[in-house]
C-alpha cells in the first residue's frame, strides 16, 4: 500500500494521545477498514501490526501511576515485529505510526503504549509467531470531546503536549535556505508523539537530505529511543510526499540512526 499523505498529512496536527475511552465498540464498519489497512500497510516485511477488536482493559491492567492509564477501549492495536532485526524498533515506530495516524483520520482515538502494558496479554490475544514480540500497543475507540479532569492531570495539562522548537532540534544548513518541503518535513517531525514526550530525536540537514539521530544512547522507561525516531521517519516522509518530494530512507548506525535522501522533485 502507498503512503495515503494526504490523509495522513492532516492527521498529524489533529492526533493527540487519549487514555480515557467510552466503552461502546466501535462502528463495524471503521474496525473493518482499520483492520484492511493493518493489512495493507506492510512498508517492511519484519513487522505488523494486529487489530483486536476485544476489550483493552486486560492489557492496561496493572500500570503504575497516572502515566499510562489507559481505560475502557473497546479494541486495541499490537505493533509486532521479528526480533532477530536489528533495525526493528524504528520498523515499528514508522508502522505504528501509520495505522495510528489512519485511526485518527477515521475519527478514532488511540494512545501509543510502550512500555505500561502486558506484553504476554496482547502477545496471546494477538497470536504471535514464536521470533516475534509486541514491541508497543495502542487502544484503539472513542472518547468524549471534551477532557475529564482526570484526563488533564494525566497529561500534566498539557505539558505532555508541548515540544521544543527547531532551533533545538536541528543543525546543518540554516533555516533561511530551507526550501519549502524541508521546512514542512522538519516540522511534521517535530510533532511527533515519543514517550514520556522526551523528543529524543536530532535532524541533521544537508542538501537532499535530513539525517536523524538519538540525542543520546540512554533509553528510558525501557522504550527504545529508536523507536521514537521510526515515528519522526514516517512524519518526515508523509510531509515531503505532500510536498511533491520523493525520497528513500537508509539505517545507520547509533547514534545516528536513518538517513532520508531526496530521489525526485514532482514539484516545488
Ligand atoms: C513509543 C511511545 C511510547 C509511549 N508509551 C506510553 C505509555 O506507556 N503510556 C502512556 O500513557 N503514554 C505513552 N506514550 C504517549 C506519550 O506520552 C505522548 O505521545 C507524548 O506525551 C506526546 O503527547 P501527544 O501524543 O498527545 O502529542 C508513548 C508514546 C510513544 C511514542
Known amino acids: 500500500m502507498e503512503i495515503p499523505f494526504s490523509r495522513w498529512y492532516a492527521a498529524i496536527v489533529r492526533r493527540r494521545s487519549r487514555r480515557l475511552f467510552d466503552p461502546k465498540p466501535v462502528d463495524p464498519y471503521l474496525l473493518a477498514r482499520l483492520s484492511a489497512v493493518c493489512e495493507e500497510f506492510r512498508p517492511f516485511t519484519e513487522v505488523r501490526a494486529v487489530l483486536v ?119 546543518g544548513v540554516e533555516e533561511l535556505k530551507w526550501p519549502l518541503w524541508l521546512k514542512a518535513a522538519l516540522e511534521a517531525a517535530r510533532v511527533a508523539p515519543s514517550a514520556v514526550n522526551r523528543q529524543p530525536w536530532r535532524f541533521k540537514v544537508e542538501t537532499h537530505s535530513i539525517t536523524i539521530s538519538v540525542d543520546d544512547l540512554k533509553d528510558t522507561f525501557n522504550i527504545p529511543k529508536r523507536l521514537d525516531c521510526g515515528i519522526a521517519m514516517l512524519h518526515i516522509e508523509i510531509a515531503s510526499l505532500y510536498c511533491g518530494v520523493q525520497g528513500k530512507w537508509e539505517f545507520l548506525e547509533p547514534p545516528d540512526v536513518a538517513r532520508f535522501k531526496v530521489e525526485r522533485f514532482d514539484k516545488g
Open 53 to 171: 477488536g476485544d476489550s483493552s482493559d486486560k492489557v492496561f491492567k496493572g500500570a503504575i501511576g497516572h502515566y499510562g492509564k489507559i481505560k475502557g477501549a473497546p479494541a486495541f492495536i499490537a505493533f509486532v515485529g521479528n526480533m532477530e532485526d536489528p533495525n526493528i524498533q524504528e520498523k515499528v515506530g514508522y508502522l505504528g505510526e501509520g495505522i495510528i495516524l489512519e485511526a485518527t483520520s477515521l475519527n478514532l482515538s488511540t494512545c501509543w503504549v510502550g512500555g505500561f502494558f502486558r506484553p504476554e496479554v496482547a502477545a496471546s490475544l494477538a497470536i504471535i509467531k514464536e521470533n516475534e514480540k509486541v514491541f508497543a500497543v495502542t487502544p484503539v475507540g472513542y472518547v468524549m470531546e471534551a477532557w475529564s479532569l482526570e484526563e488533564k492531570i494525566m497529561t500534566g495539562f498539557g505539558w505532555t503536549h508541548k515540544r521544543k522548537s527547531l532551533t533545538e532540534l536541528v543543525t
